[in-house]
């Protein structure tokens, strides 16, 4: 950083100061390094992936889903919940709540085991869940050719024309 006296010679200085926005660069990586890791915090699951699946609706205020992750905790519509406590909650939601619908999804990581599906299909019967739907993600470069699909109105090259569920 430059410095002038004043003197017979002096004048203006004409070098930035630098030291304000080298501050403020500073500040803003600490900020987006703290923030960061909690934007990708929440809910991971790698579901199974199949062909020809027809996007489930995914209204917030009426569809429940619960999820699993590979580590066997529990999300409910994305927020993490102790597995203590998944009963009561959907107790409260499905039979406590006056309801249109009975409705829940399931969205389980597909390296957890089984047994742990099958435990939370339990838990949802027994506490008003009528009906659970499996959520599953779409074959990365295949296209789905159910009828009345909104993402994918046309078929992949190649993909077979059949009406369906996943194969």
Do not use: C, W
Not at 39 to 55: E, H, S, Y
Not at 97 to 109: F, G, Q, S, V
């Amino acid at each position: 950083m430059a410095m002038s006296t004043g003197g017979p010679e002096g004048g203006v200085a004409s070098t930035p100061n630098v030291t304000p926005m080298v501050d403020v660069m500073l500040v803003l990586l600490i900020i987006f390094m703290v923030v960061t890791p909690a934007l990708l915090a929440g809910f991971n699951a790698d579901p199974p992936q199949a062909q020809n699946i027809k996007d489930h609706p995914e209204d917030e205020q009426n569809d429940q889903v619960l999820g699993i992750d590979k580590d066997g905790n529990y999300y409910l519509n994305k927020k993490p919940i102790r597995s203590t406590d998944v009963a009561a909650a959907l107790k409260h939601i499905y039979v406590d709540t006056p309801r249109e619908d009975y409705i829940m999804y399931l969205k389980a990581d597909k390296n957890l085991d089984y047994s742990k599906v099958l435990d939370a299909l339990d838990i949802a019967m027994h506490n008003g869940v009528k009906v659970t739907g499996l959520i599953g993600d779409q074959k990365p470069g295949t296209v789905s050719t159910v009828e009345g699909d909104q993402k994918n109105p046309t078929p992949a090259p190649g993909a077979p024309a059949t009406k369906g569920g996943a194969k």
